[in-house]
């Protein structure tokens, strides 16, 4: 079993900044790609960013140039710098890792004012 903790989420303005913070706990050995996915009220849950265990990774066209996602293998922390915020960001955040099956952290809320 793999637990995850998000941390870092809150009320920013557009244009601002936040970092999200997700530590695994748990079977972490050979854990594979780490990311976060978010929610919007009334949509579906979506890919913001995904990092492998070799440090590729992957965006949603939605956050390219705007967000970060970073991996400390040494703390089993996976990090999202966002950057040039929107309201449209507005969402629940949720740490994602992949070890045999997916695993889910409770979510974060990040809520962008315009």
């Known amino acids: 079993q793999v637990q995850l903790g998000e941390s870092g989420g809150g009320l920013v303005q557009a244009g601002g900044s936040l970092r999200l913070s997700c530590a695994a706990s748990?079977?972490?050995?050979?854990?594979?790609?780490m990311g976060w996915y978010r929610q919007a009220p009334g949509k579906q849950r979506e890919l913001v960013a995904l990092?492998?265990?070799?440090?590729?990774?992957n965006y949603a066209d939605s956050v390219k140039g705007r967000f970060t996602i970073s991996r400390d293998n040494a703390k089993n922390t996976v990090y999202l710098q966002m950057n040039s915020l929107k309201p449209e960001d507005t969402a629940v955040y949720y740490c994602?890792?992949?070890?045999?099956?997916?695993?889910w952290g409770q979510g974060t809320q990040v809520t962008v004012s315009a």
């Open positions: 748990g079977s972490i050995f050979s854990i594979n790609a």
């Open positions: 994602y890792a992949l070890k045999g099956r997916p695993y």
């Open positions: 990092i492998g265990s070799g440090g590729n990774t």
